[in-house]
């Protein structure tokens, strides 16, 4: 079906089964001394035994500690590294795919807290947004850093890795040398294009004379800066074409200086929409392109090699939700497939809270080969799981592939509990992936599910269950406010679950948390003037940053006014009266106000079954995000 994707590909003279990469993403896995652990080993080797054709392990630490850049990054400035990557790498082999290993140095955009103390460097004095001034490389430093570089490619073939990928884009030091923005020399690395790209081209060259020219090197380019003034896609194809000639195997394009956006996008960049970057390049090089960026589906992927936009397709958090995507979509069971939903959880644990790698959709992620194993059960048991929102539906696949006859019941006409609600709004389709997903798989699976039924205590326990969880989620909190009972009031999750649609209204929403805030982008793409009222002093507490940012830039563009410090005092017919921060009261006209004042737990059946010692996971328990009701349904089931 996919014949372009599982073509055989060469990179350099190393042999590609298939035309998908794993390209580098950090982790946080290794240990904290930059030594290779076993977690970081069991995440590697099972994506490689998921099917990818090559696996290009996360930016390794190529000078201590100027050159480190994570909380838990694998290192490879010293031979004593060699051994572990060569675990590592085995590991990968092991698995079926080939082993790459991404060389990068973070320059001025080092964090201060990982280089002890030390100032950063780069190749201008070009100060950062913090006030930092990074100390400038000399021209000896230069040809160290050079160096550097040869002795970690050197590393890395003893350490049994096929291709090493030097790292010029997202703002690291090679990025800081190709760009005019942050390179402001006057010597032979400074000035034209040919100056700038030239330590580039040198560690290329250098990785070449020492390793020899079957040694595959690949450069993940800065194909255009995101900032007036940088790089362009007429820069990014004239370094591609110096680049070839010079001897790397294949050019993977990906931004280079300002917003993180735009490289770790939140979930409502479309699919792909990075790609033109790859078919830009493919323009100026006969040499593999490879194409990245939110590529979540098979089809799409398809229609990129097809097209002729790149020669291969690099999937990156899309293997962090299902390291079994290759082998699924070549075996014809792309709907087996557990799509990544770009909530961005694994870049806020690794770029925001320094921890272990993890994902809403898949709770094994981070997770050690012990807590992720499941096993069959001795003895096959009755599991009754009451709700089939996110929770719900894991614990009721987890139960079923551990051997249990599992019966799940959900009181709404299809599953997905909140999720039906959070799907509505603009950017957020993508939600709709997990109740696809797992209404599949439960059928797969043999689960009993019985859909528009509710359970009293009662009827629980007259299906003799063996073993109870509760997953019966949340139900909004309504704040006692006069006039809440006004017939032009409504709750958000029920305004959004039904898709209800106005248009001209004055529009006042109670509450700016994601929901609120969703709710407002929603309503006010279908013409309505939207107010936004939050009690606290800011908005989307808790949401994922990026996400945030992009969201409320789109209010911005939709002219959504947000009151911050807000308290609302009643609900009138025609209007809401609210008292500001600076205590004035305002009154703001509403035809139609909406209530999103948050959630509380909707686990009155996990009191009345008390007796039966129910588990009760996600919101019923306490609400949260997708991640942890997943998780805790798969711990939930996984312990039965």
């Not at 090089?285 to 790149?310: D, Y």
């Not at 299809?414 to 993508?430: C, D, H, N, Q, Y």
């Not at 949340?474 to 006004?486: H, K, L, T, V, Y």
């Amino acid at each position: 079906m996919f014949q372009n994707l599982f073509k055989p590909g060469l990179i350099g003279a190393v042999a590609l089964k298939n035309r998908l990469m794993m390209p580098p993403i950090s982790t946080n896995l290794a240990g904290k001394d930059g030594t290779v652990s076993e977690d970081l080993i069991f995440h590697y080797a099972e994506r490689a035994r998921g099917g990818v054709g090559m696996i290009t392990v996360e930016n390794v630490c190529i000078s201590y500690p100027l050159a480190r850049h994570g909380m838990a990054q694998p290192r490879i400035d010293d031979d004593r590294f060699i051994a572990g990557l060569r675990r590592l790498s085995d590991a990968i082999h092991a698995g079926g795919a080939k082993a790459a290993v991404e060389l990068a140095h973070p320059g001025i955009n080092a964090d201060l807290r990982f280089i002890g103390g030390e100032t950063p460097i780069g190749p201008s004095a070009v100060t950062r947004k913090d006030g930092v001034v990074p100390r400038v490389l000399s021209g000896e430093e230069i040809e160290e850093t050079i160096g550097t570089y040869i002795e970690a490619a050197r590393r890395s073939q003893e350490a049994g890795f096929d291709v090493v990928e030097v790292h010029a884009c997202h703002g690291l030091l090679i990025n800081q040398f190709l760009s005019p923005l942050t390179n402001k020399r006057q010597d032979e690395y400074g000035g034209s294009r040919e100056n700038r790209i030239r330590i580039l081209v040198e560690i290329v060259k250098g990785i070449k004379r020492r390793l020899g020219d079957d040694f595959a090197v690949t450069v993940r380019l800065v194909a255009e800066d995101m900032l007036e003034g940088g790089l362009t896609l007429e820069d990014g194809r004239w370094f591609a074409r110096h680049l070839e000639e010079v001897g790397v195997d294949a050019m993977h394009p990906d931004f280079g200086l300002g917003d993180k956006e735009k490289r770790l996008e939140p979930m409502p960049y479309p699919q792909a929409w990075r790609v033109y970057l790859a078919e830009e390049i493919k323009k100026a090089v006969s040499i593999p392109v490879v194409a990245v960026g939110v590529i979540r589906e098979p089809q799409i992927a398809e229609e990129i090699l097809t097209a002729g936009k790149a020669d291969f397709v690099a999937l990156g958090r899309t293997l962090i939700a299902d390291p079994d995507w290759p082998n699924k979509a070549q075996t014809g069971a792309e709907r087996s497939i557990r799509h990544c939903i770009g909530c961005n959880e694994c870049v806020v644990a690794r770029h925001v809270e320094d921890v272990p790698l993890r994902c809403s959709v898949n709770a094994t992620v981070g997770h050690t080969p012990e807590e992720s194993h499941l096993e069959q059960a001795a003895v096959a048991k009755r599991v009754l799981i009451i709700g089939g929102g996110p929770g719900g539906m894991e614990a009721a696949r987890v139960a079923a592939l551990c051997g249990h006859r599992v019966i799940l019941f959900e009181g709404q006409s299809r599953l997905g509990g909140t999720l039906i609600a959070g799907s509505v709004p603009p950017g957020k389709e993508k939600l709709n992936w997990i109740p696809d997903y797992y209404a599949h798989e439960l059928a797969r699976l043999g689960v009993e599910v019985h859909l528009g039924e509710t359970l009293d205590a009662e009827q629980a326990r007259a299906l003799n269950p063996d073993h109870v969880i509760i997953a019966t989620g949340s139900r909004p909190a309504i704040p006692r406010i006069p006039g809440m009972d006004e017939p032009h009031v409504w709750v958000a999750q029920e305004l959004l679950a039904n898709q209800m649609r106005f248009t001209g209204q004055a529009v006042v929403i109670i509450g700016g948390g994601s929901v609120g805030l969703e709710t407002a982008d929603y309503l006010a793409t279908q013409g309505n003037s939207v107010t936004v009222l939050e009690m606290l002093e800011k908005v989307g507490q808790g949401s994922e940053p990026l996400y945030l940012s992009y969201l409320l830039r789109q209010l911005k563009e939709h002219a959504v006014e947000i009151v911050t410090g807000a308290e609302v005092q009643a609900i009138q017919t025609d209007a809401v009266l609210a008292q500001e921060k600076s205590g004035e009261m305002r009154t703001i006209r509403a035809d139609l106000v909406v209530l999103a004042a948050g959630v509380k737990p909707a686990n009155d059946l996990a009191h009345n079954l008390s007796d039966l010692h129910p588990s009760i996971i996600g919101d019923a328990d306490q609400p949260r995000k997708i991640i942890n009701a997943i998780a805790e349904g798969f711990l939930a089931a996984r312990i039965i």
